[in-house]
């Protein structure tokens, strides 16, 4: 047995055993409440039906759908329905069947196929993929994907870790078989003692990994517990996780001890006996730069790392992962960072300090804007609503300047569309209330009135490739004193209005411009216009939005006790929705730190696969090297030479990934910076350093903690008599 002959190489079994038990469990768990919490999600914000029929329908209909086999439930959707219009929900029983029976129940209705719908998202998250859904899911198949790379590596660190002390005990294996011990017999022998080592190091992990998930689980909830809108679950873990952790423990065990021990019982009695286990010795290319550094410790160093090259491609490759992806994805989160306040927490600053939404209301039904006002601590207040129409623009309006950018030739059909002697463009009007609009006017520059629109006369150069300062050009000319609006949809329906002035200066809203649609015509309109072309021009959205400037220095107190103000006055009449900007910014940066936090415990995942491989190889060093090391001691190589040969080796090994990986990373930044022009000196200043320096010494504090445990047990045994030692090993 392993744990008799070898002590060391029983352990360093049992500790790769639990190291991979433990991380299975973990990812497993995780993965689960992942997979939990993205349902759950879904079906909070969209709904738990699986497909969805519309169309006109009765009793009847429902029924017959009600009694198709594999239906579950049959839900009116109130909301979508619309008239005879009537969409229905429908909840299956088995949904793998769900786009071969929606088929045959619009045929049994007598609706279309093209009625149908499907919840795309959801579907996926169980594994059900429509032939028609070109859209790309990644997260469900990517956290799937890294479980399977886990496992994967996770094989390979425990079969390092079997290979080594299999290795050690390959003569034993010849001479049971030169005694009649057939090659399974051999092979079965090694697997129960694999069976015997791993069974309480397996369970023991699997059982840590659902504590430590929990803990992980529960951190972050608490960092990302102010993050509005985002579902708090509990902790979920199913019996079947703990049955699928344990077999995909029990069968990464197999594999892991099953491929070397397949290997040694295939060997003839005779391959068996001689083996000798001095691949170390023979003579290798030599290495300059690790000659010239550290001289023959250096060679010596090389030529050992080079043998062993196929025992520690775990450990690179996973160190190499590791670090590559956690300076990635560093570096990428703070050009996000630095990108996001640019364009919008210091853009809008001073736009906003307080938002407020009053769900399913129309602007010309709101009368408390006054109320609101003239609040205390309320600086500012302006009540808007935003609605969507269209214009035409006629090849004589255009500006000069727009005409030399190439007019509408850059614009899809979407966004202008040809229409006679002009284009038909997209114009949203923004509805505010009248005392608002009057500041307004003045704020441009113009005489006060209540009777037509400010057209935002500006569009920016879509030639210009840097998007982070787009240069403006005026878009008309200023010489049109009416502008005509056309309903959406119905371009036929107009609406005519006087033209107050034409303005590159916006109203100071929390709101975006021709952001996706760059040859939008922004009018701005008071309500008391609105009030008269509604009915030719709908289009209104949903909501009405009241933008606040808090009185005084902006604090989250301060901003706190304005929304509890307004939800005073607003929240017995209207259904309210309340955000402030401070507390915005402290929401927006712990889900960028729970990002974090969740891609970094990937990357430490993978980072500590490499280390536990190179633990397994370094726990093994006694039976492994010892020979080795006996013979270098023969030729002169003193014990203090032997340690400098062991730093040089864990220098490579730690230094390697970070040598490969630091090109890989500066030219990926290099390339962020310039795609989003971003200026260098701004992402210097910011840079994540110090992460990406600590990661770098942890990477090297644990392998050279692993090279001095394995140095420190080969130093401490009997090197001189290995050269002697024909006894079983």
Not at 102 to 119: C, D, F, K, N, R
Not at 304 to 330: G, P
Not at 350 to 359: C, I, N, P
Not at 654 to 675: C, D, E, M, Q
Request: charged fraction near 20%; include cysteine.
């Amino acid at each position: 047995m392993w744990g008799k002959t070898n002590r060391s190489s029983g352990i360093s079994i049992m500790a790769a055993s639990f190291i991979s038990a433990l991380l299975l469990s973990v990812l497993c768990s995780l993965f689960y409440n992942l997979w939990i919490y993205e349902t759950e999600r879904l079906k909070a914000e969209e709904g738990g039906w699986q497909a969805r029929i519309s169309g006109e329908a009765d009793a009847a209909v429902l029924d017959s759908v009600q009694s198709y086999a594999n239906v579950k439930k049959v839900v009116v959707n109130e909301e979508l329905s619309d008239g005879q219009e009537i969409v229905i929900d429908i909840y299956f029983k088995n949904m793998r069947t769900v786009f071969t029976d929606m088929p045959q129940i619009a045929a049994l209705t007598g609706l279309p196929e093209e009625s149908v719908s499907y919840h795309y998202s959801l579907l996926n998250l169980y594994l059900v993929r429509g032939p028609e859904d070109s859209a790309l899911r990644w997260v469900f198949p990517f956290a799937l994907g890294i479980v399977a790379a886990a496992c994967l590596s996770l094989i390979l660190v425990i079969h390092n870790a079997f290979a080594v002390t299999m290795n050690t005990r390959v003569r034993q294996a010849g001479i049971f078989s030169s005694i009649g011990a057939t090659p399974r017999q051999i092979r079965t022998s090694f697997l129960k003692e694999a069976a015997v080592l791993c069974a309480a190091p397996v369970l023991a992990g699997n059982l840590l990994g659902i504590f430590i998930g929990m803990g992980v689980y529960a951190g972050i909830n608490e960092k990302l517990a102010d993050v509005a809108g985002r579902l708090v679950l509990p902790f979920a873990y199913h019996p079947l996780i703990l049955i699928l952790s344990l077999l995909t423990s029990v069968v990464t065990v197999w594999i892991s001890a099953w491929i070397p021990a397949r290997k040694i019982s295939k060997m003839t009695p005779l391959e068996a006996i001689k083996n000798t286990d001095t691949d170390l010795l023979k003579r290798k290319k030599s290495s300059r730069i690790l000659s010239l550094l550290f001289g023959i410790e250096g060679e010596l160093a090389a030529n050992a790392l080079r043998v062993q090259r196929k025992s520690m491609r775990t450990a690179t490759l996973s160190l190499i992962f590791s670090f590559l992806a956690f300076s990635l994805m560093m570096c990428f989160l703070t050009i996000t960072v630095i990108s996001q306040r640019e364009t919008y927490f210091e853009r809008y600053q001073d736009a906003w300090d307080v938002m407020v939404s009053l769900k399913d209301t129309e602007i010309n039904d709101f009368d408390e804007a006054g109320a609101v006002q003239e609040l205390s601590s309320v600086k500012d207040a302006v009540v808007y609503q935003k609605a969507e129409a269209k214009r035409i623009v006629s090849k004589a309006e255009i500006s000069e300047k727009m005409q030399q950018m190439g007019g509408f030739g850059h614009a899809s059909a979407s966004q202008a569309a040809s229409v006679g002697d002009g284009w038909m463009v997209n114009a949203p009007l923004i509805i505010m209330d009248d005392n608002s609009f009057l500041e307004y006017c003045r704020q441009i520059g113009i005489k006060p009135r209540l009777d037509g629109a400010v057209i935002r006369n500006k569009i920016v150069d879509v030639t210009d490739k840097n998007f982070r300062k787009r240069r403006t050009l005026p878009y008309l000319k200023e010489n049109g004193k009416t502008t005509v609006l056309r309903q959406d949809g119905k371009e036929n329906i107009t609406a005519e209005i006087p033209v107050l002035a034409y303005t590159g200066e916006v109203p100071n809203l929390r709101e975006e411009y021709a952001s996706s649609d760059f040859y939008e015509l922004v009018h701005f309109i008071p309500v008391s216009v609105w009030k008269k072309i509604q009915n030719r021009i709908g289009g209104l959205k949903d909501d009405v939005s009241i933008r606040i400037l808090a009185e005084g220095k902006a604090e989250l107190t301060s901003l706190d006790a304005i929304g509890k103000e307004v939800s005073n006055l607003l929240g017995k009449t209207y259904e309210t929705e309340i955000e402030n900007r401070i507390q915005e910014k402290i929401n927006n940066d712990n889900m960028f730190d729970g990002m974090k936090a969740i891609l970094g415990l990937f990357c430490v995942l993978l980072a500590i696969i490499g280390i536990g491989n190179v633990f397994s190889n370094t726990l093994g060093f006694v039976r492994q090297r010892r020979r080795e090391f006996a013979r270098y001691l023969s030729i002169g190589l003193t014990p203090a030479g032997m340690k400098k040969m062991f730093c040089v080796e864990a220098l490579v090994i730690a230094g390697r990934p970070v040598l490969i990986t630091l090109p890989v990373t500066v030219s990926a930044v290099v390339y962020f910076i310039k795609i989003s022009y971003l200026e260098p000196e701004l992402f210097i200043r910011e840079a994540p350093f110090v992460p990406l320096l600590l990661f770098i010494l942890a990477i090297f504090a644990f392998v050279a903690f692993a090279y001095y445990l394995g140095a420190g047990k080969l130093l401490k045994s009997s090197l001189t008599d290995a050269l002697r030692d024909d006894l079983l090993m």
